[in-house]
């Protein structure tokens, strides 16, 4: 591996390196001793996937003995500003997949971490050191680990590693260090409770990265929704038509996916489609079956909206000499469309927040990011800030239906309710009387 | 109308908050283990103890051992086809770990894996998390882990003949499943930086995934995808990835006591051989 490592020089010198590569493993004398396996980051951007210089994070680098070679020692060393002061370090040693123990020494000393063995490492033991708490370099960049080992001739390189990305320290990571140093914070987060649900370090990076996923939940519902009202109109219709076919259709169609639970429906698509080999890229699949599912509650919602105009408008449309098809366009529906307004209103609630469940097949929408963030941190307090992402939406729409449906219940009333407001405030202004008096001429069709 | 619903979410969330104060305080636990021999080199501070087990123990439930765990993780643990009881290697585990402490068990019903070490920490659900959970530092910062019990190492899985290899998905079109919170997805958020990681909530999900093409590949415990590729029959293990870590028992910080005598119970079943049988019954042979 140490040699094919070389090649990843840059510019002109590619060629050179890969001819001087191929010259060296041809050439068994200048084997290591110690071949350099892997060095990698774990990645510490909150929320993120990067390796941010100057911030602790878990270095684990990984090497193997060669034939015949006996390692007593090994020493890392990171390139200028990086550091292993403080780090903790657990060494393990497999022989293939078999851990064997080792007695070792660890002394991390600025840039250098020295691993002495008490016994050395004989030949096919993979050496495997994972530093907890050392940081990169703050100025980020590729970071090559070097270092030395020493074996039964004496001391001698190692290969360098395969470069590590690291980038340096965001305005996001130091607002989230400069909260970790708050004493304010420190005692709000000594509360169980409150560290657990409302951790503010989490609530800042949980809303810088929850964004993307919060969109994707938008997106879907808001293209799901009018394929969904379109099919359940053409649903809701179908079940009041006068074909039996039609009906049978519409019945099992609204009946199986209102009878079954969504998430069933998200697997069976999900899991089922591509082994029928059709793929199909996974948010339009997401949009899909929201769609699919919103669109049996609304067929229900728009048949009951059209069943509740009551029968005189039929036959009025019928005395005007209107067939049916256009009975249905001018007349009922556009009434119908008032009435159901805030059903369908709240259950465009529930098919926004049904997208959480597409995160269990992986779209990457809102839950996604925030179990993610969860799953990393071991906190709760991502959840709550999607919570608080869904409220966003929800609140104003739950306002907008109670609103409306107070408005409707004004207007039924203003016209129901005529006789007893004249009792009680007869002295009610004369605007008002006109105006009730108005709507009692058109309420007595 | 708006104001009532809002004062409404203010009291229910309210109540929430309460009931889990109230939840956390129950997890609290006063009694004191003595630090005597350390087992293994991996062990935490807390030694064994001595005798004290069945009656000087705080648990949840007095003389019963509540355990913790993501029932979808054969064969270390999972529910009965046709009764829905836990069973596997860690269950086994947790019975005879029991019965050393003069405890009954009790499984409480299957969370996901990522939410175990914080229900440990709040304390007041369950006394131990045994869920083939690798003993890491970041674990420990939060709840103390038992003397290791297994070793394990992680897998690759990809789709049989897909060519797929660890380098091949190191690719920014390709998808790796794990499952959330696990030394799996560790490994691949540090060693496949490239590609898009996708944690979910079990390991089925993420085989199911792979093996209708949704995505590309899983990390996993090795244990785990050896078992279960005799029933995935059309993928394999591309890579076996030695890390050598350790499964340990998560057990929450304020019961010492506990922690001690468990890592006695795992002391004495090694010396017994009823780990040995526990591990030949799931394993075919002693670890």
């Known amino acids: 591996m140490g040699h094919t490592d070389r090649r990843r020089q840059r510019g002109l010198l590619v060629t050179l390196c890969a001819v001087v590569c191929a010259f060296v493993m041809l050439a068994p004398s200048t084997a290591w001793g110690l071949t350099t396996s892997k060095a990698t980051a774990r990645p510490n951007e909150e929320g993120g996937s990067s390796v941010i210089g100057g911030l602790p994070t878990r270095l684990t680098w990984e090497g193997t003995v060669d034939d015949g070679e006996e390692v007593t020692a090994v020493t890392l060393r990171l390139p200028e500003g990086g550091s292993f002061d403080g780090a903790s370090t657990k060494v393990t040693v497999l022989q293939g997949l078999t851990r064997s123990e080792l007695a070792t020494e660890v002394a991390p000393e600025g840039p250098q971490l020295k691993v002495t063995f008490v016994d050395p490492a004989t030949q096919g033991l993979l050496l495997r050191l994972e530093v907890e708490g050392m940081k990169f370099p703050a100025k980020g960049g590729d970071v090559v680990v070097e270092g030395t080992y020493v074996n039964q001739d004496g001391e001698k390189p190692l290969a360098a590693s395969k470069p590590i990305a690291t980038i340096a320290n965001t305005p996001l990571q130091s607002l989230l260090a400069s909260l970790d140093a708050n004493p304010v914070v420190k005692a709000w987060n000594s509360s169980q409770f409150l560290g657990m649900f409302f951790k503010p370090q989490l609530l800042v990076t949980a809303f810088a990265t929850l964004v993307p996923g919060w969109f994707l939940c938008l997106v879907i519902v808001l293209v799901a929704y009018p394929i969904a009202i379109l099919l359940g109109l053409v ?154 992402f869904y409220l966003i939406v929800t609140l104003p729409l739950i306002k907008v239906v109670t609103t409306v449906e107070k408005r409707m219940a004004k207007s039924e009333r203003g016209g129901g309710a005529r006789p007893k407001v004249k009792a009680k405030d007869v002295a009610a202004a004369e605007a008002e009387q006109d105006d009730i008096a108005l709507g009692g001429v058109v309420d007595a069709q | 109308m708006s104001t009532i619903s809002r004062r409404q979410f203010l009291q229910g969330g309210t109540l929430l908050a309460g009931a889990l104060a109230l939840s956390a305080c129950g997890g609290g636990s006063g009694a004191e283990g003595n630090s005597a021999e350390s087992t293994d080199q991996a062990a935490t501070n807390e030694g064994s103890t001595t005798q004290e087990a069945a009656g000087g123990l705080t648990t949840v439930e007095a003389g019963k051992l509540t355990c913790i765990s993501n029932l979808f993780f054969p064969p270390f643990e999972s529910m009965n086809e046709s009764t829905g009881d836990p069973e596997g290697f860690d269950i086994d585990v947790s019975k005879s770990l029991a019965e050393h402490m003069g405890l009954e068990v009790n499984w409480l019903p299957s969370q996901d894996f990522d939410t175990l070490v914080p229900t440990i920490k709040n304390g007041g659900k369950a006394d131990i998390a045994i869920a083939g959970m690798t003993i890491t530092d970041k674990r420990k910062e939060e709840v103390d882990m038992s003397d290791p019990y297994v070793d394990s190492n992680q897998s690759l899985v990809v789709k049989l003949d897909s060519g797929e290899t660890a380098s091949s998905l190191d690719s920014k079109d390709k998808t790796i499943a794990v499952q959330a919170g696990t030394t799996g997805q560790d490994w691949a958020n540090e060693n496949l930086t490239s590609a898009t990681i996708k944690p979910l909530s079990t390991i089925i999900e993420a085989l199911n995934g792979v093996q209708t093409g949704l995505y590309n590949a899983v990390v996993c415990d090795l244990p785990v995808s050896r078992y279960q590729l005799k029933t995935y029959t059309d993928l394999e293990i591309v890579e076996e990835i030695p890390t050598g870590e350790q499964y340990g028992i998560a057990v929450s910080k304020d019961n010492p006591a506990l922690l001690a005598a468990i890592n006695k119970a795992l002391a004495d079943m090694k010396d017994d051989g009823s780990m040995a049988a526990i591990e030949s019954e799931w394993f075919g042979s002693a670890l």
């Open chain 1, 235 to 388: 649903f809701a219709l179908m079940k009041i038509s006068r074909h039996r076919v039609l009906r049978a259709i519409a019945i099992v169609y609204i009946n199986i996916l209102r009878g079954t639970p969504l998430f069933l429906q998200i697997y069976i698509m999900f899991f089922g489609l591509p082994m029928m080999n059709i793929n199909i890229d996974n948010n339009v699949l997401g949009v899909i079956v929201i769609a699919i599912n919103a669109s049996a509650y609304l067929a229900e919602i728009f048949r009951a909206g059209i069943e509740s105009i009551p029968p005189g408008q039929y036959e009025a449309a019928a005395s005007l000499g209107m067939g049916h098809m256009m009975t249905m366009l001018n007349i009922i529906l556009p009434q119908t469309v008032r009435r159901v307004m805030p059903t369908v209103t709240s259950d465009f609630i529930t098919s926004y927040k049904d997208t959480s469940l597409l995160s269990s097949v992986g779209v990457m929408e809102l839950m996604m990011f925030a179990k993610n963030l969860t799953s990393v941190s071991g906190n709760m307090t991502p959840y709550v800030a999607a919570a608080i």
